[in-house]
């Protein structure tokens, strides 16, 4: 199993650092995590877009789907249309995007993706994949991701706080690909659905998961520094992300 970033920052997109994105692929299968504002155009650096087996949307948070809307446009007009891309997301997502592009019943959005309605507990069986998705804890509905294939363990986070299923999810992962919004005391005394750099380590020591990769990183923190305080509390390795890690899980 390989992980690609497309994107990995907070919030919003800087220069060269688009939001949360990330390719997942095992054999044929190329799962999309997010599509956060900029992952399209590293979708298209990775010439990926006409193999991708299915795209998952975690939340309606626009630093996670905006960029839906530019690959719908893309599936539709570009030089390789496609139709009918298994699109995984939780409940009423698809509803929100029908509604601002006011797509009726028969507007090619609804043929451009194929929507599922997925929550927590729900397993999903994708070519090499099994895919589980666990409640985050979150302003809005938010489904975190857990992906087995080739006897590997993949787990992202999605946006979440210290609650919600991610700490079981996550249990034995290889991999636990987690946001580490802030650093220092900030976190969950200042805004309860987010994780601190440090929280992330702990939830990985407790999860026994083999690595840990940070991501959805505030743009004006330091990385190096969240990585420090990420590694004070869980032993294993520590990484952040960004646009064009490779990582083989
Ligand atoms: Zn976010
Ligand atoms: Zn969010």
Not at 59 to 85: I, T, W
Request: charged share 15%; hydrophobic share 45%.
């Amino acid at each position: 199993m390989r992980l690609r970033v497309l994107g990995s920052n907070g919030t919003y997109p800087t220069p060269g650092r688009p939001c949360s994105g990330y390719l997942v692929d095992s054999g044929d299968t190329v799962v999309m995590l997010d599509a956060g504002p900029g992952t399209l155009a590293a979708l298209q650096e990775a010439g990926e877009v006409g193999r991708l087996s299915a795209l998952v949307l975690t939340h309606a948070h626009p630093d996670h789907c905006a960029d839906v809307f530019s690959l719908y446009h893309l599936m539709r007009l570009g030089p390789e249309p496609r139709a009918g891309l298994p699109t995984f997301a939780p409940e009423g997502l698809a509803a929100a995007f029908a509604q601002f592009l006011r797509a009726d019943e028969d507007h090619a959005f609804h043929r451009v993706f194929d929507w599922h309605t997925v929550g927590p507990g729900d397993t999903v069986r994708l070519g090499n994949f099994e895919i589980a998705f666990g409640l985050a804890e979150h302003q809005v509905l938010t489904l975190a991701v857990s992906l087995v294939a080739d006897g590997k363990k993949l787990v992202y986070s999605a946006d979440t706080g210290p609650g919600g299923d991610l700490a079981a999810l996550a249990s034995g992962a290889h991999l636990l690909l987690c946001e580490a919004t802030f650093q220092g005391e900030q976190g969950a005394a200042a805004w309860p659905y987010h994780l601190s750099a440090s929280a992330a380590g702990a939830l990985a020591r407790a999860a026994g998961v083999g690595r840990l990769l940070l991501t959805h990183l505030n743009p004006m923190l330091d990385p190096e520094r969240s990585v420090a305080e990420a590694a004070a509390a869980f032993a294993g390795p520590v990484e952040w992300v960004a646009l064009g890690l490779e990582v083989q899980v």
